[in-house]
């Protein structure tokens, strides 16, 4: 069984910082992409930032320049460092990992169950 569980979300002010974690545990033989999407109210679930197990990122253009993206894969932790923060950004905040969990299985995308993150003064 595999699971994913985010932490650091909470409440900041326009302009200031959050760094959320990503913890992998369970049966995994190695892990591809990690990545975070988010979710606001009303909308579709977008990706917000990937990395590969080779370190290769990619950015939603909305996030570029603002939000880092880091991966431990000794600890299989994945972090979103998130500066310079906007109210556009409030959402839920998903992890997401493309992995195989056995030597023999298939890859597959898992799911955390998310972490809220609200901009606001």
């Known amino acids: 069984q595999v699971q994913l569980v985010e932490s650091g979300g909470g409440l900041v002010q326009p302009g200031g910082s959050l760094r959320l974690s990503c913890a992998a545990s369970?049966?995994?033989?190695?892990?591809?992409?990690m990545a975070w999407y988010r979710q606001a109210p009303g909308k579709q679930r977008e990706l917000v930032a990937l990395?590969?197990?080779?370190?290769?990122?990619n950015y939603a253009d909305s996030v570029k320049g603002r939000f880092t993206i880091s991966r431990d894969n000794a600890k299989i932790t994945v972090h979103l460092q998130m500066n310079s923060l906007k109210p556009e950004d409030t959402a839920g905040y998903y992890c997401?990992?493309?992995?195989?969990?056995?030597?023999?299985?298939?890859?597959?995308?898992?799911w955390g169950k998310g972490t809220l993150v609200t901009v606001s003064s």
């Open positions: 990395i590969t197990n080779s370190g290769s990122t």
């Open positions: 369970g049966s995994i033989f190695s892990i591809h992409t």
């Open positions: 997401n990992a493309d992995l195989r969990a056995t030597k023999y299985a298939s890859g597959m995308d898992y």
